[in-house]
Structures are given as structure tokens and as C-alpha cells.
């Protein structure tokens, strides 16, 4: 991934990837398990761990940590300012908006509607404001990550392989990453089964992926993506959003199978202008 050097080789993509992924699952990790082993000793020193708990966020974060530690490692801050850049790359063939801003929360409502539950989420007591600032607040835990997932994972892989697979590589060990909260009181992920969960990270992986290389590598896009899958106006519609997902992802993939199994047009630069053999 380095942009110091005229050629970088197959092993510094490989040694940047290997360096993300063990800075982020070193973090989560580190700060999860922490709390699924001495949950005492860390509640008394840092309090009960919540999903708006400071320790819960750094977690959350990890892999925007990792990804911001690599490419300052690689690129240093003007790498950093490059990347950032990627934020700003909004242009998107329409089909993509209007999935992330129309598709992603029928799937919620048709899912929620199946299991009879209701077509929104249930206002809190607190009233709509409440919902409101929660979905702010959501928009920075989830969206996030895609610094990490989408920022440097997706690229880097995407070197080597066809971008379907790198988005199942993704969504597993997205999955996997998130594992110890299954085993932590306190927080949302306590109440749900892990193989659902785990199925649907693989299949929103590679629901997101071709919305990525459509967009030329934007951050922004995932991020919203991300952001959409967290909203609290949308229903729980646990499993149903899962098979739902499923059946679209199998569609997608269809649909654009001739950019999904072939790294002809893929985004392999993690950082925008980098030299690249």
C-alpha cells in the first residue's frame, strides 16, 4: 500500500492487510473481552459497559483506528488527508441511491410486516425527538467501521481477488470481529443468535460492494449504507430482514455478475493517487 516506493509488492499489500486486521481485532477484542472475563473488576473501575458506554465506542471504532494507523504508517498525514478525501466522492450511477435510501428499509418493514410486527419502529416514551438523536448518535458507531471494512480491507483485497470474494473474505470476518459482544451483557448483540447475525454480515458485505466500486471507492456511500442497516425508525424484523437480504443479494450479484467475479474495474487504491504497479 505504500506510496513511497515507485513498485510496492504483493507483500506490502499483504503486510498492510495483516497490520489492520490485527490492530482492529486486537482493540475490540482487547476491550470486549476484557468484560466477558473480569466483568467486576472492569465495571467498577469504568463502569457497566452500554451500547453509548466510551470503552463500547472505542470498540466500535477499532477499525477506523487500525485503518487511520496503517495508512499514517504507509503514507503519513498527507496519505491521511487523501484518504479522508474519499469522503467527498458522492457521484453514483441512481440505482445505488435509490437502494440505499428506498430498498434497505422496505426490506425492514416487508420483514417486520411477515413476523406481524408494525410497519416503523415503536416511538419511545421520550417521543420522536429521542428517535432522532439516536439515529444521529448511530451514525457514529457503525458507519465508522467502513474507514476500516470499505477504506482499506475492500481495496487491498481487491488486488488479488474479484470483488465478490472479497466481499464474503469481508463479511466473515466482519462476522467473526463481532463475536465477543454475543458473549457481553449490556449491549444488543446479547439478545441475538450468532449464525443469522454472522450469514447476514457475508450477505450485506457483498450487497455493498458493488455500490463501492460504482462509486470509484467513496467512503460516504457505505457509510450511509452502513447507517441505513442501524436506523432505529426501522423495524426489528429479525430473521426475516436476513433471508430477505439474502434473496436481493442473490439478485445483485446476478444482476452484475460480470463486474462482481472480474477485477477489471475494481478500486484497489486505498489511498487516492498512489502509485501502483
Not at 34 to 61: C, E, K, V
Not at 216 to 235: A, D, K
Request: net charge positive.
Amino acid at each position: 500500500m505504500s506510496v513511497a516506493r515507485e513498485h510496492p509488492t504483493p507483500t506490502s499489500t499483504a503486510r498492510a492487510l495483516l497490520a489492520f486486521l490485527a490492530l482492529t481485532f486486537a482493540i475490540t477484542w482487547g476491550v470486549i473481552g476484557s468484560y466477558i472475563f473480569w466483568p467486576d473488576a472492569m465495571a467498577a473501575r469504568f463502569g457497566q459497559i452500554s451500547g453509548a458506554h466510551p470503552l463500547f465506542f472505542l470498540a466500535t471504532w477499532a477499525p477506523a483506528i487500525a485503518a487511520f494507523t496503517v495508512v499514517v504508517t504507509s503514507a503519513g498525514l498527507g496519505g491521511l488527508r487523501r484518504f479522508l478525501s474519499r469522503l467527498l466522492i458522492w457521484r453514483c450511477p441512481a440505482p445505488w441511491w435509490g437502494f440505499i435510501l428506498l430498498v434497505i428499509p422496505l426490506v425492514y418493514m416487508i420483514g417486520s410486516t411477515i413476523k406481524g410486527g408494525p410497519f416503523l419502529a415503536p416511538k419511545p416514551p421520550e417521543g420522536v425527538g429521542a428517535m432522532v438523536s439516536l439515529m444521529f448518535m448511530m451514525l457514529l458507531l457503525g458507519p465508522i467501521e467502513e474507514f476500516g471494512w470499505r477504506g482499506v480491507a475492500q481495496p487491498l483485497l481487491q488486488r488479488h481477488v474479484a470483488p465478490f470474494w472479497a466481499g464474503v473474505l469481508i463479511g466473515a470476518i466482519w462476522g467473526v470481529w463481532h463475536l465477543p459482544a454475543f458473549y457481553l451483557a449490556g449491549v444488543v448483540f446479547a439478545q441475538w443468535s450468532f449464525l443469522p447475525f454472522f450469514i447476514g454480515n457475508i450477505t450485506l458485505a457483498v450487497l455493498v460492494t458493488p455500490i463501492f466500486n460504482a462509486a470509484r471507492g467513496s467512503l460516504l456511500l457505505p457509510m450511509l449504507f452502513h447507517w441505513q442497516l442501524i436506523n432505529p425508525f426501522w423495524p426489528d424484523a429479525q430473521p426475516w430482514d436476513t433471508w430477505i437480504l439474502v434473496g436481493v443479494a442473490a439478485i445483485v450479484v446476478w444482476w452484475k455478475r460480470d463486474m462482481m467475479f472480474t477485477r477489471e474495474g475494481a478500486v484497489t487504491e486505498v489511498i487516492p493517487g498512489e502509485v501502483r504497479p
